[in-house]
């Protein structure tokens, strides 16, 4: 057993939270129970994992996409009014950690993708940033774009969407999980092969095609459902309590 919060406190300070500046706000969103006995991680805080978290009787929930995003409406109502109604009457804290989540070089969500894609010699996609959300890593051996698509597709979990470029060989690859095509002009500013990120935009493809950078959407669900666990996992062995995790596999 852990109070709120001591978790609180140490995610804050291993995330580094108070660096960043992000489109919601990181750390407690939602204040339950003080002491907690038991985590349910999620990728997105929907009412599935929220009734999935009261049916497995969790203290936190423990999410990636959580609420209170810049420019949403203040009153709460319609379908976010009842997923907090259904937090709060059941004493079920949310916490969410956006950007230090997918920044971070050991539970992130990049480092994540890093390590399931076997890419090696880590590097910041944007030098000028302090904590970069975006990486650079190298395969140890060059792939064809064909063969490279359905080598992230099987890795990932996910039918990845490729668009092309003039480029016969992929090495070095830039990649940022979530929703970060726009970051492919950076990939080709470091003279990347090819580039990684969850979701695709109708102008990805001309961008793909005029920067010579192959690009790969690889689902914005798929590509950032390992940051909670990783993070779930570790404030389970810092606190010695039961975490878990739940998978609402959605397709984009």
Known sequence: MATLNDIIKWCDQTLKTHEFKDYAPNGLQIEGKSEVKKILCAVTASQ?????????????????HGYFWKGEPYPITGMRGKR??????????LVAYHLPLDSHPIL????????ILELENIENLDVSEPHPIGNIGYLENAMSPEIFKNYVSERLGFNAIHLP?????IQKVGFCTGG?????GKAADQDCDAYISGEVSERTFYEAKELDVHYYACGHHATERYGVQRLGKAISEQFNIEYSYYELNNPI
Request: glycine letters at 2%; aromatic letters at 2%; a negative charge.
């Open 180 to 184: 970060a095509q726009d970051y492919i």
């Open 48 to 64: 599935d994992a929220i009734e999935a978290a009261i049916a497995q009787n969790a203290d936190l929930l423990l999410v990636h």
């Open 165 to 169: 470029a003039d480029k016969t060989t």
């Open 108 to 115: 992130g969500n990049n480092a994540a993708i890093a390590d």
């Open 84 to 93: 907090i109604k259904s937090l709060i009457q059941n004493n079920v804290s």
